[in-house]
């Protein structure tokens, strides 16, 4: 079973910066695929950044070239660096760690992104 632990989230004015940091637990957290995923009011849930174990990435179209995913796998830990927020960036963002049909979530942390 892995714990995930997300942190980071405010209350920020468009153009502002955030970083979101996800602790996990466990000892195969090098294995997992690790995701960020976010969901607006009465929206879909969203890939937003994924890094996969090979540390390859990928992001969703409209943060690329603002939002950086990275993952430090000696602390457990993966990121999200948020610059250049917009206020369709708004909503909660939820961690995610997925091995083949092993998936685990986080609770979420809330970024609001004023205008």
């Known amino acids: 079973q892995v714990h995930l632990v997300e942190s980071g989230g405010g209350l920020v004015q468009a153009g502002g910066s955030l970083q979101l940091s996800c602790a996990a637990s466990?000892?195969?957290?090098?294995?997992?695929?690790m995701g960020w995923y976010r969901q607006a009011p009465g929206k879909q849930r969203e890939l937003v950044a994924r890094i996969r174990n090979t540390g390859s990435t990928n992001y969703k179209d409209s943060v690329k070239g603002r939002f950086t995913i990275s993952r430090d796998n000696a602390k457990n830990t993966v990121y999200l660096q948020m610059n250049s927020l917009k206020p369709e960036d708004t909503g909660v963002y939820y961690c995610?760690?997925?091995?083949?049909?092993?998936?685990?979530w986080g609770q979420g942390t809330q970024v609001t992104v004023s205008s």
């Open positions: 995610n760690a997925e091995l083949i049909t092993y998936n685990y």
């Open positions: 466990g000892t195969s957290f090098r294995l997992y695929d």
